[in-house]
């Protein structure tokens, strides 16, 4: 048996002797661990909907409908130090990209909410727009805003059920119910949280705008269909920017028609219920990310376009650039290609 003294000295031996690659090996840990405020973006990418989107039934296409997506780095020194050598890497302060008093996590957590909200809207819309009909199951309120004046227990993703024991279904029926309280009046607040309910309170305090108590929150729906549709999406994935193409990818699917026409369409914006297509941020690594992917047409929200068309033309980029405000008017210029 070697005896602990040797191990001991052979041990000690080593260290002295690779002292240096040693010493490099937990400098390259703590560079790449230590997190600064910042972060990089850099050109994305795009996702085929196909891959992502099943509809029972749906019909064949021939080209393909992907959304864009911007590839976000978190800071550290490495990437920091390396995004000075490459193009259309852009390092932005934590801070511009975040809410105020909200970490980065945070943020990523409330984006997560976002695509959710994203994914509902791009059924019910495509649905409406196909003619069909859109059953909800369930729905979920999620609260994704604290304000700094807010007097309450409650945190940021808890699910809201009730205030002084009132169901709350939207923003609208806090507003209201909030309104006809007193200014300083406590009021109860049924949550549900790592999935256990609480009691929880929030005093209400007088702003510009009215009586408050500081709070938001976003709707996310269990929708029933005929046919079936689900959508698929990774966790590291987040953000509304993607409901205008999954909402033509499912449309694309109910109706006998290929918008598509046998064209590789890449795009990006938001969605809402009505089909009202909405600004996204990041635009110019999402055409950047289109182009690299070779896409026949970029669409694009209408308040994004002016930009898209400064970085097309700064960069002599070869795509076709298609600017929309509504579903509607996505699905009639499609129709022109």
């Known amino acids: 048996m070697i ?3 040797k191990v001991y000295v052979k041990l000690k031996t080593f260290m002295k002797e690779n002292l240096v690659f040693l010493f490099s090996i937990v400098a390259v840990i ?3 661990q230590l997190k600064l405020p910042y972060v990089i973006y850099t050109p994305g990418g795009s996702i085929d909907l196909s891959e992502r989107i099943e509809i029972e039934n749906g019909y064949e296409t021939t080209g393909s409908l992907s959304m864009a997506y911007v590839s976000m780095i978190r800071g550290n020194i490495p990437f920091l130090i390396f995004s000075y050598f490459m193009p259309n890497w852009d390092i932005v302060p934590e801070d511009d990209i975040k809410p105020e008093n909200e970490s980065i ?3 990523i957590k409330a984006d997560q909410i976002s695509l959710l909200q994203a994914q509902n809207n791009a059924i019910l819309s495509a649905f409406h727009h196909a003619g069909k009909e859109v059953n909800v199951k369930n729905q979920t309120n999620h609260i994704i805003y604290i304000s700094e004046e807010a007097k309450t227990d409650l945190k940021l993703f808890d699910e809201l059920i009730s205030i002084n024991d009132k169901k709350i279904d939207e923003l609208k029926d806090i507003q209201n119910l909030i309104s006809n ?3 300083g009046e406590t009021v109860k607040i049924q949550i549900r949280r790592n999935d256990e309910i609480f009691l929880k309170t929030a005093e209400v305090y007088e702003t ?4 408050k108590i500081g709070i938001s929150i976003a709707t996310t729906y269990e929708y029933e269909t005929d046919p079936h549709v ?5 966790s590291s994935e987040s953000g509304p920017s993607g409901g205008l193409m999954m909402a033509l990818s499912i449309y694309n699917s109910l109706i006998p028609e290929d918008i598509t026409k046998g064209k590789k369409i890449i795009g990006t914006g ?3 219920q009505d089909g009202t297509v909405g600004a996204i941020g990041g635009v110019k690594y999402k055409l950047l990310g289109a182009v690299k992917k070779k896409a026949d047409i970029f669409l694009v929200p209408e308040e994004n376009y002016d930009e898209v068309v400064k970085v097309k033309k700064e960069k002599d980029l070869e795509i076709r650039v298609i600017s929309v405000k509504t579903l509607e008017q996505a699905i009639r210029e499609l129709s022109f290609i």
């Open 3 to 5: 005896s602990f003294n």
């Open 30 to 32: 703590f560079f790449f």
């Open 105 to 107: 996590d945070d943020m």
């Open 181 to 183: 309280c007193q200014l």
């Open 208 to 211: 510009k705008d009215g009586l």
């Open 230 to 234: 689900e959508i698929l999406s990774k």
């Open 270 to 272: 938001t969605i809402n």
